[in-house]
């Protein structure tokens, strides 16, 4: 198979799925009141013409604004891509993002995956139609990673920077570098179609759990929710969660994930009905550190469990996850 695939022309495939990248606005100066979603992968193909010597195929999957993401088009979207993975001319994929969730599609790809070639997410911080729009150079720069040797696992590419797909989250509501990778940094830079790496591609983080893993009805997969603790909180939320049958919650603490006493001591209640409590933080930076190796040392909160380095939405999809019932054989 391997060296069938040598004697193919690379293939990049593009899965559109909307989002700014694709959206539009009257004006070409209004960099805000866009309507997401508007344009189709294939024209966002065609408008950049340094792609046109290149074998792309472009299917469109979606056309939504990313904050409307959901379960179902998760795994429809997981399905499409290990089946062009599948195909050994494909190189990689790109798939064509909002901002909002892109950093929860691209940690669902890759636990899902992990894919031994690239899957690349690009998304546009401004509509295609703005007077310095960033999603071609974006797009441009997301086939140029879809296509190097040796790449694997699943990546961002934004602002001429390749995120992993454990790391990256979005840390700014406008400004075109939007993204970052936290404490572990970016994978690489592209600089003028090159390629600057820094550290590894990320297929070897974490084992794929498989498509067969998730239901195929999503609205059965486990309910997960995020509170968040801050002055003044309380039980309340953590209450209305039970009756309403969440199988989790992630609860995003203030520093290294500590609580306001009155949610510590609802969330301790639900964990002891059942309820699988995870503890992150809402800050952008760092994770929750527990004790070091001294066995003396007291656990930063010895109740609940702690989320490690994962953001709050990163915990979210980690716990629900955990919570699904393991493929039948």
């Given amino acids: 198979m391997q060296n069938i695939a040598r004697t193919l022309t690379p293939t990049v495939v593009v899965i559109g799925t909307g989002g700014t990248i694709a959206g539009t606005a009257a004006d070409a100066s209004d960099n805000i009141g866009y309507r997401a979603a508007q344009l189709g992968a294939a024209q966002l193909v065609a408008a950049i ?3 046109a010597g290149m074998t792309i195929k472009v299917e469109q999957l979606t056309q939504i604004d990313s904050k409307d993401m959901g379960f179902a088009l998760w795994r429809t979207l997981a399905e499409r891509v290990a089946q062009q993975l599948a195909r050994p001319e494909v190189s990689g994929v790109v798939i064509t993002h909002g901002t909002d969730t892109l950093e929860e599609t691209a940690y669902f790809l890759q636990r899902v995956l992990a894919p031994c070639k690239p899957v690349v997410l690009t998304a546009a911080m401004r509509p295609a139609t ?7 150079q974006n797009l441009l720069d997301a086939v140029r ?3 190097e040797p040796g790449a694997s696992g699943v990546v961002a590419v934004l602002a ?3 995120h992993g797909a454990l790391e990256v989250r979005k840390l700014h509501t406008y400004r075109l570098d939007a993204f970052g990778s936290g404490d572990a940094g970016p994978i690489a830079h592209i600089e003028e179609g090159r390629l600057r790496r820094h550290r590894p591609w990320p297929h070897g983080q974490g ?6 893993w998730l239901p195929v009805d999503a609205a059965s997969w486990p309910r997960v929710e995020v509170l968040t603790s801050h002055a003044g909180a309380d039980g309340r939320l953590v209450d209305a969660l039970r009756a309403a049958g969440v199988r989790g919650i992630v609860v995003a603490g203030t520093g ?5 006493h009155a949610l510590d001591a609802a969330l301790l209640e639900a964990q002891a009905d059942g309820i699988e409590v995870l503890r992150s933080t809402r800050c952008p930076q760092g994770g929750v550190v527990e004790a070091g190796a001294d066995p003396q040392a007291p656990l930063a909160h010895p109740g609940l469990r702690s989320a490690g380095s994962l953001t709050p939405v ?7 996850l ?5 493929p039948t054989p």
């Fill in 49 to 51: 013409p340094a792609l």
């Fill in 130 to 136: 703005a007077l310095l729009s960033d999603g071609p």
């Fill in 145 to 147: 990673v879809a296509r």
């Fill in 160 to 162: 001429g920077t390749v």
């Fill in 207 to 212: 084992q794929a759990l498989g498509l067969a």
């Fill in 256 to 260: 290294n994930g500590s609580l306001h």
């Fill in 314 to 320: 990163q915990a979210r999809i980690e716990l629900m």
């Fill in 322 to 326: 955990s919570l699904m019932p393991s």
